[in-house]
Nanobody
Framework: QVQLVESGGGLVQAGDSLRLSCAASGRTFSRYAMGWFRQPPGKEREFVAAISQSGGSTYYADSVKGRFTISRDNAKNTVYLQMDSLKPEDTAVYYC??????????????WGQGTQVTVSS
């Protein structure tokens, strides 16, 4: 069992940066690939970024490539999402998730409760 808690969301202006954090419970964090997803208002949840267990491989949605960076610190049981050059269309609830096998699909085993990111124009 893995419990995930996101933090770092907020209200920012277009062009600003935010860093989201996701703290995981338990001693098995390094066994899981981690992902970030988002759900814009009135839309379905979508993939944002993923990182392998070691952090050696990362994957991004085309819409965020070059602006967002996913990273992890296995010693701190934490995964991060650095978001730069934010746009109003990045407004969404952001979720972190854990899975035994890294994937860009929504098939993750464990999910956090989400954190709201709002980008004003």
């Amino acid at each position: 069992q893995v419990q995930l808690v996101e933090s770092g969301g907020g209200l920012v202006q277009a062009g600003d940066s935010l860093r989201l954090s996701c703290a995981a419970s338990g001693r098995t964090f390094s066994r899981y690939a981690m992902g970030w997803f988002r759900q814009p208002p009135g839309k379905e949840r979508e993939f944002v970024a993923a990182i392998s267990q070691s952090g050696g491989s990362t994957y991004y949605a085309d819409s965020v490539k070059g602006r967002f960076t996913i990273s992890r610190d296995n010693a701190k049981n934490t995964v991060y999402l650095q978001m730069d050059s934010l746009k109003p269309e990045d407004t969404a609830v952001y979720y972190c998730a854990a899975t035994p096998i890294v994937t860009t699909t929504i098939k993750y085993d464990y999910w956090g409760q989400g954190t709201q990111v709002t980008v004003s124009s």
